[in-house]
Structures are given as structure tokens and as C-alpha cells.
């Protein structure tokens, strides 16, 4: 699942993560009218942000306090007349922008979880001003030679290994954004940042504004047999709330899948949505993405090659664990046969159950969901429909999630209800240590809206970091449909792993213990970041942490056994579609970011391009559409281009992680201890796979992962 970071503000990658404290300021109106919250320490635990006094009028000019007071900051560092030290140049650079930093990460929670038209306008505003800002600090020469200085006599300052880090990564971080260039180079790379912030702005808003446009409309209600009562009653109130009485709306989700399809028994209605899907972004209205993406793709190719990479992709590789373009290729060539492979021999056998039923057609890409899931209740004697009644969502974040955390590393949950929060179904947890003592706040945002971009992601409004005495407060977001008033909440299979795989994003940020705010939880490489909360995910299934929360949601009665043994045996089932549809999204990002800027294709050749890269890499399997094509794909349009195969990359560690805990004896507080030891609290203050050889003992295996997903071949 996709995890939200927050965007480099400075514009470093080093320093993408600032400061987070609170502290005094001198209050300043941003009307006239009162105090702008942002200017003063936040009256509430850990920094929590007073969403309750927090304003559209504030942002602005709190922005532009917090970077005029971060050039301040930068001056009086570049002022000093004494040699430059790690003391008086690299600490005050990390606590510098602690006011932009703050801004910053309310401000882009809130344009992906709960934006508006004001915030939008805002938010194209500031991408260049913040972009200009950040090239003004990495490209400063008087900043980038004091830090060069330090570079250079590293070995013999006597500092601990995190600060070492921090002078290597910092000097690493300002070489990327450009410190070395010439004067005219230097230019030229704002002009790009500057273009890039406006287009991955606009990228991100078409994407929200298409897929909440093209909802699809149902005229009658025996339209939607098979999707059930309640999910039926929720499209009449979503019709409803857009002012369509009398009919009913679908909304639409940001994969090219919809969720509607594996229920809908309409053929007709199922091609329509997802036609409708995989059409965004390419229909030549002002939503249309093409251009916005072939622009950006030659943009982030001049400046990879501005800073000395043959392409945008071996940039972005050159700090990931992967390292190459090679290494992810291969891996890529490796993986796709046998996933392929799998998915034709799912499909022949949905073709099967569509003639053995008389269906009289081929088997399209609509049909996919639907029949897969007669074809599981057949082989499994189990249907989706049989087990969400087991996860009402209570139940699975507080037995569930929570009930995990405490059995694997001692955390105590306490609801928080007191403390504000930006939309009415978002809810505050107080977490504490085994002994009593407060380790940080978590906020769970579960449901979808329009208002909220698709996926599910994690984010930091305060990160954890000694220098500045602060303690974590994360936030998880999903996409989940609300049901009608007084219905309960009743999850899916998927609906649940991602809410333990979201919850081991904020168990790294909350465990980070770390000096440096730089290197505080989750700023870790890419390829990485996913590792640990695919690790969570096995908790999901674990016979202690099941019995505990798969209740059913009338009765109480405990998920049945043997339900439970079809639900685990139908494990690698549809497998080779789940592999194929997310390898041909990762195939298409990398081939998008290996070209140089004269070989990106226009927005007219795009969907051909894409069509050819699949084609090339022996992935044309139409019946399987990738989860993200193109002019939607807002992973490679943000901060996942050229890093969607971290996904894959990040589940060899994990496959192989949860193979030791299994080894080791499972969930037991021991095991927990050292995995939060040596791999949870550390954040990026050490190698990413240096950190999992101290956990593991030995280098990563990619075997645990190709026998969880059926690629074995046996």
C-alpha cells in the first residue's frame, strides 16, 4: 500500500524530513482577525496540531514566515566567522525550518486526506514558491563549502556513528539537489524544480477531480444485483449527497480495478466501470494527464542528466538498497514470466467455470473479480461475502491491530476523544509504553470521501527526534466505503491486511529513536520503507491475534475454524494476477524513467508506449490491466518514480523476516524487542541493509518470497 511522505520543503532529499517541535513565536494574524495557530506552540500533547483553530487563511502566510525564518537561520550559519564545525553547521542546519516544517506537514496531510478548492489554489501557489526556496538552501555555495569542509575531515572529527551518517547523508543530499553545479547549471535546475512542483500539483488534482467526476451513474437498483443491501443503500446516499435523487452512484477508486466488480452480476454495468477506469486521464478534457506526465518525464531526465546520471531512474536507484537500474530490471525480467504464467492459467480457469455456466463469451478483464471469486468459493468453499461479517472494524483495530502491538512489543492504546481532529470520523489514540510512559499519538482515518485521495498511506505530523525533544504523532489513512447510518463497518480480506500493513508504517515511525529529525522513522530508502509494515501484516492471520478480533459482528461468535483453514488455504489463490497487474505497474514506470529527454514519447504516443513496454517484457496479458496505468498513476507523479518496484523489493526482506519470527517461535515479546531493537526505533540512521543483516544475521534470501506468491514453479 502507498505510504504519503512528506515533500522535501527545503528541496533536499536529505533534509525532505525537517524538524517538527513546536516552539515560541511571535503570534501573527492572517487576517487580522486572530492569532495564526502556527505561529505559536500548540496548545495540545506532543505538538498535536490544533486542527480545531487551524484555518484555509492561515497557510500561506505561515509558509512564508517559516522560509523567511529558515533563510534567517541559513544566514546566521553561512555568517559565522569560525571554521565550520558539525556543532555550528550541521545541528543548527537540522533544527532549522522547524515553522516551514510544521506548515508543511499539516498542510499536505490535508491535501491528500481532506482538501478543498482553497487548499488546491494553495497548494498550486506554493509548489513553485516552496520549490524556489528549497533550491535557495541546497544551492547556496556558502552553506554547501562549510558542509563540504566537514565532508572532507570526517574521519577524524570523533563523532558517533549517527552523526557521521548525518555528515555523509547531508553532504550526499545537497551533491543530488545540485551543490556542485556551475552557475548557469544551477539556474537550469531551478527552472526545472520549479516546472516539476507546478506539474506534480496539477498531476495530483486531475486525479482527484477525474475520478470523483466520473463516478459511475445507475439508473435502477436491479442494476446493482449482487453488490448487496447495504453497499446498495450507500450508492443511493452517495447519489443523494451529489443531488441525484433517485438513482445511485459508484464512486471510483484510484486502481484500475474497482472493488463493485467483484460483486456486480450486471456484465454490462461491470465493462462500463471499468472502461470508464482505465480511460482516466486520457480523454482529452482538462483532466487529460498525458502531457502533464511526458513533460515531467523529460524534465526529470534533463536534470538527472544536469547532475551527471544517464536517467532519471539510475538518479533515483543511486540511493535506493537496489542500487541499479540493472539490479531492478533483472529482478523485474526474473519475476514476470512465472507471474504471467500463473495469471493465463487463472484465466483458462475462469473461462471454464464461464462455459461450464453457459456464458457464451470470453472472459474480459471486467470479469476478472467476479468470477475469481466464484471460482475461490468453488476450490475453497468459501466466498468474499462469508468472512466480512467476521471483520466489523472495531473490532479488527482494537483486537485486532492493537491487540498485535501490545502482545508483540507491550503498547497500551487509550482513545483520545477530547483532542480535535480535521473530519468528523477520524479518531485519536494515546500510546504508551508497558511501563505507563506516553510514546507518541496515532490518529486512524478509515473511510473514503471526495475529498480524500485514493490508496492508503501513513503520515508524520510531528517525528520523533532527541535534538528537538519530540515524540511521534502518526496518522493511518484508508479508503474504505462508509456504510448508511447504523450499519456496521465490515471489512474485506484486503481491507484488513492493509490496515496491518498501514499500522507497521506508524509502528516505525513511532518507534524511532533517533538524534537527528533527518533520519527520524520511516526516512528510509523507498525500496525499504515498505519492509517492516509487510512484516506487520502477518500478525493478521496469526491464530492468537484471529481469534481475538474475527468475531461476527451480530452474534460474537468467533470466526470458524475451519473457514478460517479455507480463507489461509486460498492464500496464493489469484496470485498470478495480483503479481502481474502490480509487475506490468512497476515494468511501465521504469521503462518511462530510463529514457533520455529526447526519447520520452509525446503525450500523443503514451498509451502506445505503454502498450510496447508490456509487449517487450512478455507481459501483454490484456485480461490482467495494470494497477495503475499512466495518466493516473500518482506513485511515479510523486515520490515513487522509478521506486514502484519497491514494493516487490521491500517483500524479499519481509518474506524472509517472517520466516525468522516463525523460526524463532512467533509472536513473543522477545522477538518483538529485537526487531524494534535493531530494525524499528533506528529509522535511517544506518544503512537500510545493514540494519536488516543485524536483525537477520545474513543478507536477504529471495526464496521465502517466491514460494508466498506461487513463483516457484513446483
Known amino acids: 500500500m502507498d505510504r504519503i511522505r512528506l515533500r522535501p520543503v527545503a528541496g533536499l532529499a536529505l533534509l525532505a524530513t525537517l524538524a517538527c517541535a513546536d516552539a515560541d513565536m511571535n503570534g501573527r494574524s492572517a487576517d487580522g482577525d486572530g492569532e495564526n495557530p502556527f505561529f505559536v506552540e500548540s496548545p495540545h500533547d506532543l505538538g498535536y496540531p490544533a486542527f480545531d483553530r487551524i484555518e484555509s487563511a492561515h497557510y500561506v502566510p505561515a509558509f512564508e514566515q517559516g522560509m523567511s525564518e529558515q533563510l534567517e537561520e541559513i544566514a546566521e550559519i553561512t555568517a559565522q566567522s569560525e571554521p565550520a564545525t558539525f556543532e555550528n553547521t550541521l545541528v543548527p ?9 510544521r506548515v508543511s506537514r499539516v498542510f499536505y496531510a490535508m491535501t491528500s486526506a481532506h482538501t478543498n478548492d482553497e487548499l488546491r489554489a494553495i497548494q498550486s501557489e506554493m509548489a513553485p514558491r516552496l520549490s524556489a526556496h528549497g533550491d535557495a538552501i541546497s544551492l547556496d555555495p556558502e552553506l554547501f563549502a562549510r558542509i563540504d569542509a566537514i565532508y572532507q575531515a570526517r574521519e577524524g572529527l570523533g563523532l558517533d556513528a549517527e552523526s557521521l551518517r548525518l555528515v555523509e547523508e547531508t553532504w550526499k543530499g545537497f551533491v543530488r539537489a545540485g551543490a ?9 535546475l531551478r527552472e526545472i524544480n520549479a516546472e516539476l512542483a507546478e506539474l506534480g500539483t496539477q498531476f495530483s488534482q486531475n486525479v482527484l477531480d477525474e475520478v470523483n467526476g466520473l463516478a459511475i451513474v445507475v439508473d435502477t437498483e436491479a442494476e446493482l444485483e449482487g453488490l448487496g443491501d447495504s453497499r446498495i443503500q450507500a450508492a443511493a446516499d452517495e447519489a443523494t449527497s451529489r443531488g441525484i435523487e433517485g438513482k445511485y452512484v459508484l464512486p471510483l477508486l484510484n486502481t484500475s480495478q474497482q472493488p463493485p466488480l467483484a460483486s456486480l452480476a450486471n456484465r454490462e454495468l461491470r465493462e462500463r466501470i471499468l472502461t470508464t477506469s482505465l480511460g482516466r486521464g486520457q480523454r482529452g478534457n482538462d483532466w487529460d494527464n498525458r502531457e502533464v506526465l511526458t513533460r515531467t518525464a523529460r524534465l526529470r531526465a534533463e536534470r538527472a542528466q544536469l547532475l551527471g546520471y544517464d536517467t532519471h531512474a539510475a538518479f533515483v536507484l543511486d540511493v535506493q538498497t537496489a542500487r541499479t537500474v540493472n539490479a531492478v530490471n533483472e529482478r523485474l525480467a526474473q519475476l514476470t514470466p ?61 483486537n485486532g491491530i492493537f491487540f498485535a502491538a501490545e502482545k508483540v512489543y507491550g503498547l497500551i492504546f487509550q ?9 468528523e470520523d477520524v479518531r485519536v489514540f494515546e500510546v504508551f509504553e508497558e511501563d505507563g510512559s506516553t510514546l507518541g499519538l496515532f490518529l486512524f482515518d478509515p473511510y473514503a470521501r471526495p475529498s480524500k485521495r485514493g490508496g492508503a498511506w501513513m503520515n508524520a505530523y510531528v517525528s520523533q527526534s532527541d535534538l528537538l525533544g519530540t515524540q ?53 530508502p523507498r525500496d525499504f520503507v515498505e519492509y517492516p509494515s509487510q512484516v506487520n501484516e502477518m500478525w493478521m492471520t496469526w491464530p492468537e491475534v484471529v481469534r481475538n478480533y474475527a468475531l461476527h459482528y451480530e452474534t460474537g461468535e468467533p470466526i470458524p475454524t475451519e473457514l478460517l483453514d479455507r480463507v489461509l488455504a486460498a492464500g496464493q489463490f489469484n496470485q498470478g494476477y495480483a503479481t502481474t497487474e502490480y509487475l506490468k505497474a512497476s515494468l511501465i514506470d521504469m521503462a518511462l524513467h530510463q529514457l533520455g529527454p529526447d526519447e520520452v514519447p509525446t503525450a500523443d504516443e503514451l498509451m502506445a508506449f505503454e502498450a510496447r513496454v508490456l509487449a517487450d517484457a512478455g507481459a501483454s496479458i490484456d485480461i490482467v490491466p495494470p494497477r495503475y496505468r499512466f495518466p493516473y498513476f500518482s506513485h511515479i507523479a510523486g515520490g515513487y518514480s522509478a521506486g514502484y518496484y519497491s514494493y516487490i523489493w521491500s517483500e524479499v526482506f519481509d518474506a524472509d523476516t517472517v520466516e525468522w519470527f516463525i523460526e524463532n517461535g512467533g509472536m513473543t ?8 531493537a535493531a530494525l524499528l526505533s533506528r529509522g535511517g540512521s544506518v544503512e537500510a541493509t545493514q540494519m536488516f543483516r543485524d536483525f537477520r544475521g545474513r543478507d536477504p534470501q529471495i526464496a521465502p518470497l517466491l514460494e508466498r506468491r506461487g513463483l516457484t514453479g513446483g
Open 338 to 398: 512465472p507471474a504471467v504464467a500463473n495469471a493465463r492459467a487463472e484465466a483458462a480457469d475462469l473461462q471454464a467455470l464461464v462455459d461450464a455456466q453457459g456464458g457464451g463469451f470470453q472472459v474480459a478483464a471486467w470479469d476478472w473479480d467476479y468470477y475469481a471469486d466464484q471460482v475461490r468459493a468453488e476450490r475453497y468453499a468459501f466466498d468474499a461475502a462469508q468472512v466480512r461479517p467476521y471483520f466489523e472494524m472495531e473490532n479488527v483495530l482494537i
Open 472 to 524: 511521534p504523532v502518526v496518522a493511518n489513512h484508508q479508503n474504505i466505503p462508509k456504510p448508511p447510518e447504523g450499519e456496521p463497518t465490515l471489512l474485506t480480506f484486503d481491507e484488513v491486511r492493509t490496515a496491518f500493513h498501514e499500522f507497521g508504517h506508524a509502528l516505525h515511525g513511532l518507534f524511532s529513536d533517533v538524534t537527528y529529525p533527518s533520519f527520524s522513522g520511516t526516512a528510509v
Open 415 to 423: 482513545e483520545r476523544p477530547e483532542l480535535p481532529v480535521y473530519q
Open 180 to 188: 556542485q553545479l556551475d552557475d548557469g547549471q544551477k539556474e537550469r
Open 93 to 101: 542546519l537540522e533544527q532549522s525550518g522547524r515553522l516551514l516544517d
Open 669 to 676: 515479546r522477545e522477538n518483538g524487542d529485537r526487531f524494534r
